[in-house]
């Protein structure tokens, strides 16, 4: 009797295994390390036995797995963060498990949170939506008519490594440079900032620490330091910017704002209020711009909405 | 016996009608003249006038209507072009046809293109796909999963009014500046040619002519003309920078290039791809870009494939 569905957020780090009711309802959740070694060769056979092991496989209808890598139907490409190259994960994953009758489907994570908040997040009920997560790096996941978009070659929703016409032409991880990460993310409000003390003899409270996270440049702007202030507000413009374009080519009901930097909640969703507006048209004069709730677990939530047809 | 669907455009010059089969052959196509008087308000009796007096009415299926303004759910809000404000169409078209069982809907004719390029044109088979039609302005057309996507405001697909950080930011049709309509459009082109010859002492055959087209800018471009060469080599990399976002947003299978510039075939693919491929990560080695192959009569399609079901 299929009475469960798992949902799973395979990271850099650590594992998330959710156990789902068929409602979509996290009845319970584990985690394990992501062992690298060996080029990510044990990472499906280790999960695979911890899944047998912990649950009756037969109870399980569905697993929904998140990978931080571009997927495109089902397949994976390329993974660098977890050392994998093409990879047919679903068919792998099977055999590991061996068991047929189960629904294996893969997503990229970016998109899963996006689904995941759609699912039992913020975004609850909204069928059109469009997820960017502020984190160390930028991820961004797009649902449009309730269906997450891969892509053909698994980028959409990648607006991190959209280029902006930056001033600052800061390299980025991706091999090229002026990427909308280098900028807005966690590690990119900070780069932004040094660049900021540099170039500018502003007074700041910021010039006090050698090293300072992004969410110091974001308290400081909050207590109105003027050039944490002028920081956070190019940040948020050149991020505003990206998303004007994701209006004028999905026209999204909700935004979703996600990751360490969406704990600044209203501050931020103002800041990028404050420079979309003038880029769209008038009559858009309401959009949906929400902090996401799902936190960690949107994740597996999505990866649990991946496998609940 | 329902045999047929309608296919209509609806220009500001004139309403195109298709009659398809039921297999989406065009059968026949007629044209009347768009009457924009008293704001509109007798387009749609007279297209129904029109309509029951050429075809059996209880013979057709469904009517698909494709306008030039945003649609979203098949409600208008405005549409400037034909005098129209909010209105519901389907409602209205179906009791000025005085029947009921026709299924009536209606959608952007800028993403009814893409619609009918899909169905019946150069990209037959794909499900994925973005048209840019290149003409006066610059419409776009998003299709997704087959299935043409509004917007939540009816604004998908319009890359015609994102802003690209333009060293000319030319007043734009819309009320903005720095539109990618006002550099990279039939008009757009001209506008940045004479941007050109006003701001730079290069020798051109333009400077022959006080007024010329596009075809004209693309025409001595290919014939060698440096600063012709040097202006459309800067309008598609705009074009490009916007694509290059398209596809870190939604990462079609296709995109098509239609509208008068399109013409211009393999030349203008090449210099699009030219400024496209910096900007995408390495592993999207190739992106399929194809010239429109439906020219005016896409629109029609687009209008049938969206009653097809």
Redesign the interface.
Same mark, same amino acid.
């Given at each position: 009797m299929k009475k469960y569905n798992l949902g799973i957020d395979i990271g850099g780090t650590s594992i998330k295994i959710g156990l789902f009711d068929l409602e979509g309802n996290l009845l319970q959740t584990d985690s394990i390390r992501t062992n690298k070694t060996s080029k990510g060769s044990f990472i499906l056979p280790e999960l695979a036995d911890y899944i047998k092991h912990k649950f009756t496989i037969e109870d399980i209808r569905g697993i929904g797995i998140g990978v931080p890598g571009?997927v495109a139907k089902n397949m994976i !490409?390329?993974c660098v963060n977890l050392g994998w190259g093409e990879k047919d994960i679903v068919k792998e994953f099977k055999e590991l498990l061996a068991i047929d009758d189960i629904i294996v489907r893969v997503a990229n994570d970016a998109n899963l949170a996006a689904a995941g908040e759609i699912y039992k997040g913020v975004a609850s009920g909204y069928i059109?939506a =469009?997820m960017v997560t502020l984190g160390t790096g930028i991820g +961004?996941g $797009?649902i449009? #008519?309730g269906?997450v $978009? *891969?892509? %053909?070659? +698994? /980028? &959409? +929703?990648?607006?991190g490594?959209?280029?902006i *016409?930056d001033l600052f032409n800061l390299d980025c991880n991706? +091999?090229?440079s002026g990427c909308l990460e280098t900028v807005a993310s966690a590690t990119g409000i900070v780069r932004l900032a040094k660049e900021y003390l540099r170039k500018s003899n502003k007074p700041s409270k910021l010039r006090r620490y050698p090293e300072f996270s992004a969410k110091k440049v974001i308290d400081f702007a909050k207590a109105g330091d003027d050039l944490a202030t002028e920081i956070i507000d190019k940040s948020m413009e050149y991020l505003a910017? /990206?998303l &004007?374009? $994701?209006? !004028? %080519? %999905?026209?999204? #009901?909700i935004f979703i704002i996600g990751g360490g930097i969406s704990n600044a909640g209203n501050f931020i969703i103002e800041k990028i209020k404050k420079y979309y507006y003038?880029?769209? $048209?008038? =009559? %858009?004069s309401h959009t949906n711009f929400e902090i996401a709730t799902l936190g960690n677990e949107a994740g597996m939530f999505g990866a649990c909405y991946l496998v609940k047809w």
């Open positions: 571009p !490409y390329s059109n =469009f +961004g $797009v449009i #008519d269906r $978009v *891969d892509g %053909i070659n +698994g /980028v &959409a +929703g990648e607006i490594h959209t280029h *016409d991706c +091999g090229k910017r /990206v &004007a374009k $994701v209006t !004028y %080519i %999905i026209n999204p #009901d003038p880029l769209v $048209v008038p =009559f %858009i």
